[in-house]
């Protein structure tokens, strides 16, 4: 682990987040885990709030319903935008108030299409995983945690859907929407705070798999 | 307040400092053209107008009888106020003192009292109960960089200019001054420096002080002894840097003194 | 003289609470200790005691203090009316404004805030108990909160004063040496750069003086640097 302002490499490396470079050497600039790649050196933070990324997928809250897009609460320092555009289906502005559809308060599922160099975020719902999503539960938890939540290749996650045959979806903004019989539901939620808790130790698989079996 | 900065001045100031050349052509440790003139406003007991090139402030000082603090009984009470009024730049706003504002009055009034400039055990009438207090109201004109040092320089004539006024049972006859001179002890004056890039110059014009990385004043009295700093500004300072700044500070201090006179 | 004037500071090289003269009070750092925030830290330092908490980088409120090129650093220092023996009226005095302000110049030279543009980063610093020095305490705590909200920096900024009492230069003063000392000179800096970031004096020093008290008191923070990093490594299991 390193923690803000610690050297961590010298010489040729692509830079990558939570690094930075200061006189040819490389110095981490948040606390988090040295990963090194290829070439590509980064350091993955342990703590922190939501950084949005393009292609990452979010689960939004609708704050606000305008003429032609909608403002999205994606958990992050930035609201995003929907345009009427991105929205799965054709929707003819003219005629439909946008609040119609989608609502202040209602949740989606959505995809991160686009960064402009000011920060302004756009969501798209143009995708076949995005929809919008009715019922069910909401769990935060800190973003960082996310991948730990998923595992490799979405391991974790497909055995907490498959044991508890919830409905689950996973946003990298740390929002989760839960959807299944109440208790199901519920022992979902325990695994899913089993992982945060303690997301960087060993043998957390067979925890998490013994907390799901055990009737 | 005073962030209106524009990267490009910055370029063409810091590049122009590389080369050893200010802005306005003046060395590197060379003031504008200062000019105190005391006595400017009759209603106060002492006042002193500074000019330090186009800047240009005017300190009031009133006198007043009321309580001691509870922890100094026999001591007379300074406060010392600043007013950056909307009259003095556009980026002035009216309102309560911002922290800027604050900051500037603070570091004056620190650099007045830590130095033992006014000698207030000799301001007590009955201790415990009745002393002089003293108001020292900085009243910016004119801001074209460097208020520190145009406040404190100003502060201290002022209070050099003060006559002590007539008193009868205890009331203060205002308008009728006495010959009474304040208590005063030492001279301190204020030097203010501006880091642009690696070069550090002594009284920052106002396109300095919008681009400068950080700011140190450094207040010292006749015997070279350092009586407060501060530090401004989002940019660092070296050890060695600061070391250096005190040593011109205490040598354009002696300068600045000489306004005094 | 003033009312509760020690005659002594310093007997036989010891100071009135006991400590030699390059000797800090102790100190204790506690990183994540709010829920609520996104970053936190809470610090006990001699008689001291502060909490600080980190929000952010979020939306500007209100708006028109936005910067299109970078986030805002925020910083709220403010002592609670029962931290001090007067009872402190609530709300920020000239004091503490000024204390806010020095206290972010300290911390921006630190602070990535070209990543966050059209954002805030808000740091609140409380006093709870006061026993001088509490603007170190704040620096410290808040550095320690910055990182903890996972906001990226260059470096952590310690905090920390030396001073004069009894003809002699010290490090970290306490309340009767602060109140009665000679000067005092709280200095916060970067250690990976040997840059300060914060220096204040007040008092009376000969240059030679002052240059042993910034050294001693740079001194000190390295020592602070050391404990921000412990508590930190302790919060998140790091070695």
């Not at chain 1, 979902?188 to 799901?212: C, Q």
């Not at chain 2, 730049?89 to 006014?118: H, L, M, Y």
């Not at chain 3, 829920?35 to 028109?64: F, I, L, Q, T």
């Not at chain 3, 602060?178 to 004096?201: C, H, S």
Request: hydrophobic residues 40%; aromatic residues 6%; negative net charge.
């Amino acid at each position: 682990m390193v923690l803000p302002g610690e050297l961590i490499a010298e010489g040729e490396y692509k830079l990558g987040e939570g690094v930075f470079r200061e006189q040819g050497k490389i110095y981490s600039s948040v606390m988090g885990l040295v990963d090194e790649k290829k070439g590509y050196l980064r350091v993955i933070p342990l703590t922190g709030k939501y950084i949005p990324k393009v292609e990452d997928f979010v689960v939004g809250k609708i704050e606000d319903a305008q003429f032609s897009h909608w403002e999205v609460n994606i958990n992050s320092a930035y609201s995003a935008i929907l345009n009427a555009s991105d929205y799965f289906r054709e929707i003819d502005i003219f005629q439909t108030a946008l609040a119609k559809i989608l609502a202040p308060g209602d949740l989606i599922f959505a995809i991160v299409r686009e960064i402009t160099p000011t920060k302004k975020v756009y969501v798209t719902m143009a995708d076949k995983m995005a929809r919008s999503l009715k019922g069910g539960r909401l769990l935060k938890i800190s973003p960082t945690k996310v991948p730990r939540v998923i595992g490799k290749n979405s391991s974790m996650i497909s055995m907490i859907k498959k044991e508890t045959k919830c409905d689950i979806l996973v946003g990298q903004n740390g929002r989760i929407w839960l959807n299944g019989e109440a208790e199901r539901i519920n022992l979902a939620v325990k695994a899913i705070e089993l992982i945060e808790r303690e997301a960087h130790t060993a043998g957390l698989t067979k925890r998490v798999e013994d907390l799901l079996t055990v009737r | 307040m005073f962030e209106v900065v524009a990267e490009v001045k910055k370029d063409y100031i810091a590049n122009l400092l590389e080369n050893g050349k200010r802005a306005d052509e003046r060395g590197f440790d060379d003031y504008r053209p200062i000019v105190v003139e005391k006595g400017v406003s009759n209603r106060a007991e002492g006042s002193a107008l500074v000019k330090i090139g186009k800047t240009q402030v005017l300190i009031g000082v009133k006198l007043a009888i009321g309580e001691p603090f509870p922890d100094m009984p026999n001591s007379g009470v300074l406060t010392t106020n600043a007013e950056l009024i909307p009259l003095a730049s556009p980026d002035f706003e009216k309102g309560p003192p911002d922290e800027d504002t604050i900051e500037i009055a603070r570091v004056v009034d620190r650099g007045i009292r830590e130095s033992q400039c006014i000698d207030l055990d000799k301001l007590c009438i009955v201790a415990g109960e009745k002393v002089w207090i003293i108001f020292v109201d900085i009243h910016v004109l004119d801001y074209d960089g460097n208020l520190f040092d145009a406040s404190a320089l100003g502060a201290v004539a002022a209070l050099l200019d003060t006559c002590m006024p007539k008193v009868e049972e205890d009331m203060v006859i205002y308008g009728e001054k006495t010959t009474e001179r304040l208590p005063i002890l030492h001279k301190p004056v204020e030097t203010t420096f501006a880091k642009i890039n690696k070069s550090i110059v002594v009284d920052p014009s106002l396109d300095e002080e919008l681009v400068m990385d950080a700011r140190l004043t450094v207040a010292t009295d006749e015997n070279g002894t350092i009586c407060a700093m501060q530090k401004g500004g989002s940019g660092t300072f070296t050890q060695e840097e600061i070391l250096e700044i005190i040593k011109r500070g205490t040598r354009k201090g002696s300068e600045l003194r000489k306004f005094l006179e | 003289m003033k009312v509760g004037e020690p005659e002594k500071f310093i007997v036989k090289g010891k100071r009135l609470d006991g400590r030699k003269l390059d000797e800090l009070r102790e100190i204790k750092i506690e990183a994540g200790i709010l829920k609520r925030a996104d970053g936190s830290a809470y610090v006990e330092w001699g008689g001291n005691k502060v909490m600080a908490a980190c929000y952010g980088p979020r939306e500007v409120h209100p708006r028109h203090l936005a910067r299109s090129d970078k986030a805002i650093l925020r910083c709220t220092y403010n002592m609670a009316p029962f931290s001090v023996s007067d009872r402190k009226r609530p709300g920020p005095d000239r004091r503490s404004r000024e204390i806010s302000k020095v206290t972010r110049e300290a911390l921006e030279p630190v602070v990535f805030t070209n990543l966050f543009p059209r954002t805030a980063i808000d740091v609140f610093i409380e006093v709870l108990q006061a026993n001088a020095g509490t603007r170190c305490t704040g620096i410290a705590a808040a550095s320690v909160a910055l990182a903890d909200a996972g906001i990226p920096m260059r470096d952590l900024v310690p905090s920390c004063a030396a001073g004069k009492v009894g003809g002699e230069i010290v490090l970290d003063l306490f309340d009767v040496e602060d109140n009665f000392g000679e000067a005092d000179l709280p200095v916060a800096m970067i250690p990976r750069k040997n840059e300060i970031t914060l220096l204040q004096m007040d008092g009376n020093l000969t240059q030679e003086e002052f240059e042993k008290a910034l050294k001693l008191a740079m001194e000190g923070c390295i020592k602070v640097y050391e404990l921000q990093k412990e508590a930190l490594r302790r919060k998140y299991g790091g070695a």
